[in-house]
């Protein structure tokens, strides 16, 4: 059996496995205007940590989804109360079930890079409404050489590690406008983590490797907000 390192957040509990963690997000949250009228959508929540935290601070309707189901069933155990408010959905950012234009805000916490990224970016514009924001935090290259870029795609196994210009230039071709990249601080503290009882070895290495792959990418590899807004309808 391979595992993956999407297999290993969700065995080690990583609660917020993104560029700038909770805190960063949270941030980006308090800028939009969010009321009990507004429908968000947690695209590839993982353990759901910004679901919970959106529940707890806005009066709004909040979807999760993700397609990694150990992950769904851990997300459940570990936020019972939080999540009982939130629409937990098993699904692919790819091809999603909601129907055109039922979202107000989009977040996408390092989803899209781990996906087919255009076909991902066209769903999130497809499932906003006109009018609607989209804020994606996610991986970027930032000049890294070629063997880190080989690396990380072998890692991660995605096919595309986009720099800023192509994120922006995948963000137009999908329909966005509007767009504004900004970089990400780094993450300060650690990350929480709630660790299954059993831990696989393999999801151990996996770690280290990780560790290792962060060290040597001598901050090449860096995370920027990509906030962009579907047009309103003329
Ligand atoms: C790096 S983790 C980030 C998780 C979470 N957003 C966070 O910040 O902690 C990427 C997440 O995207 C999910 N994911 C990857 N591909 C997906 C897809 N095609 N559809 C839905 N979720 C996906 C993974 O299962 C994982 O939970």
């Known amino acids: 059996?391979?595992?993956?390192?999407?297999?290993?957040?969700?065995?080690?509990?990583?609660?917020?496995?993104?560029?700038?963690?909770?805190?960063?997000?949270?941030?980006?949250?308090?800028?939009?205007?969010?009321?009990?009228?507004?429908?968000?959508?947690?695209?590839?929540?993982?353990?759901?940590?910004t679901?919970?935290?959106?529940?707890?601070?806005?009066?709004?309707?909040?979807?999760?989804?993700d397609n990694h189901k150990h992950m769904l069933e851990r997300a459940k155990s570990l936020l019972p109360k939080e999540l009982s408010s939130i629409n937990l959905v098993n699904g692919s950012v790819e091809k999603m079930p909601f129907s055109d234009e039922t979202f107000d805000l989009v977040l996408s916490e390092s989803t899209a890079s781990f996906t087919n990224t255009s076909e991902t970016l066209s769903e999130y514009y497809r499932v906003l409404k006109p009018g609607g924001t989209l804020l994606a935090i996610e991986m970027t290259n930032s000049e890294a050489d070629n063997d880190i870029i080989r690396d990380?795609?072998?890692?991660?196994?995605?096919?595309?590690?986009?720099?800023?210009?192509?994120?922006?230039?995948?963000?137009?071709?999908?329909?966005?406008?509007?767009?504004?990249?900004?970089?990400?601080?780094?993450?300060?503290?650690?990350?929480q983590l709630s660790p299954s009882e059993n831990i696989p070895a393999e999801h151990i290495q996996l770690l280290n490797h990780h560790q290792n792959l962060v060290e040597k990418s001598n901050n090449k590899i860096v995370g920027y907000l990509y906030r962009s807004k579907k047009s309103s309808k003329s």
């Open 1 to 49: 059996m391979t595992h993956s390192y999407i297999d290993m957040l969700a065995s080690f509990g990583v609660h917020s496995a993104h560029p700038g963690g909770i805190d960063f997000s949270k941030q980006c949250l308090k800028n939009e205007q969010i009321d009990e009228q507004s429908v968000i959508l947690d695209a590839g929540c993982g353990l759901c940590e």
């Open 51 to 65: 679901s919970a935290w959106m529940a707890d601070n806005f009066d709004c309707e909040i979807y999760a989804l």
């Open 152 to 191: 990380y795609k072998s890692f991660y196994h995605i096919n595309e590690l986009y720099s800023k210009t192509e994120w922006v230039d995948a963000l137009t071709n999908a329909g966005f406008s509007s767009i504004v990249a900004s970089p990400v601080p780094p993450n300060k503290g650690f990350t």
